[in-house]
């Protein structure tokens, strides 16, 4: 009897330890770490051989392409000879990445210093009683600092598009006179590029804002309006899509229960709508990051594209291996950026769904 009961028991733990290596597993699809999943459920107990072979397949197979791509990378670029000398391979860009981020430390420590004179300097005047003097730090800015504006920059924007295209987009669903006049105007606008953008943006912004004193730099609302103006088209575009197929049999409940227009929309419209909201809202992310890069590249505004026209001009000897750090950041950055509104998708969908 004591056998079985310690049996029951053990196959109780076993069954609540895979239950949570599946949550932990669904968490890291979400993520973008589906690799890992058979791995926890491997630990857990849950088909260790199986889980084990599906992870080592779903890691092995990435890690070699990427391998093969390194590998012919490094062979082919030496071949490839530019007016700044040979395409850097996979070790030189590694090194400028390196470099990088040991001018990032050399920044932090001229700047600790800085702040360390100024603190000894207004100590001394606060005690001859004269008035204590602060300034900025203004050394230039590191390639870190760059990848900050870049990301503050393209989420202001998008913000602003997102607001602006959702509530439009649901209008354009739900109102088929709304859709008709729209749709001409939608249809102009959507396929301008960001480079035509740019210099009306700059004019508009230079001739209306006045920059204040701890007012928002004109460099960055002119990059954040041109990124708002060539993003915010696919979240509206799949917005109206979404709201216009929604069963019209809800819609039909909705007017009999009289439901306000507020909660029709959303209790509604919204949570069947959401797919292709979300689906959006990803692309319109995705356009608006690599319209950032042009619009700061063109503009000379600070950010990423910045840093490359900037090593561009340089024409150092060490150029096209940094130009390439960016491009990689850029190209990383831009996946955790739809990683992160996938998992925001995911999780706004399982509340909707309770």
């Not at 910045?306 to 990383?332: H, Y």
Request: net charge positive; with cysteine.
């Amino acid at each position: 009897m004591t056998l079985v009961l310690d049996t029951t028991e053990a196959d109780h733990r076993r069954a609540r330890r895979v239950a949570r290596a599946a949550r932990i597993a669904g968490v890291l699809e979400t993520l973008g770490l589906g690799f890992l999943a058979p791995l926890v459920k491997a630990l857990a107990g849950d088909d260790p051989a199986g889980n084990l072979r599906s992870f080592a397949r779903l890691l092995g197979i990435p890690l070699i392409a990427i391998a093969l791509f390194l590998l012919a990378w490094g062979q082919l670029a030496p071949r490839v000879q530019t007016s700044l000398g040979a395409l850097p391979g996979p070790g030189a860009v590694w090194e400028q990445a390196v470099a990088l981020h040991g001018d990032y430390l050399i920044d932090q420590q001229k700047r600790a210093e800085f702040h360390a004179r100024e603190a000894a300097r207004n100590a001394e005047l606060a005690a001859a009683g004269k008035p204590v003097k602060t300034h900025a730090y203004t050394g230039a800015p590191t390639f870190y600092a760059q990848i900050w504006t870049s990301i503050r920059t393209v989420l202001f924007g998008f913000a602003i598009a997102t607001l602006f295209a959702v509530p439009v987009g649901i209008l354009c669903g739900l109102s088929p006179t709304v859709n008709l006049g729209l749709t001409p105007l939608i249809q102009i606008f959507k396929p301008v590029s960001p480079l035509a953008w740019l210099p009306i943006v700059t004019m508009v912004v230079s001739a209306l804002y006045h920059t204040t004193s701890g007012g928002l730099p004109k460099s960055f609302l002119v990059s954040a309006i041109t990124v708002t103006l060539c993003s915010l088209w696919p979240t509206l575009i799949n917005t109206g899509v979404g709201v216009a197929s929604i069963d019209k049999d809800l819609l039909n409940v909705s007017r009999v229960l009289r439901l306000s227009t507020w909660t029709k929309i959303t209790k509604l419209v919204l949570p069947s709508a959401l797919p292709l909201i979300f689906t959006g809202l990803r692309l319109s992310l995705g356009v608006g990051w690599m319209v950032l890069i042009a619009a700061e590249m063109l503009a000379q505004n600070p950010g990423l594209g910045k840093f490359v026209w900037d090593e561009f001009q340089n024409g150092s000897s060490n150029s096209l291996a940094r130009i390439m750090v960016a491009v990689l950041t850029i190209g990383i950055i831009g996946f955790l950026l739809d990683r992160i509104m996938f998992a925001i998708q995911s999780a706004v969908s399982t509340s909707t769904r309770r």
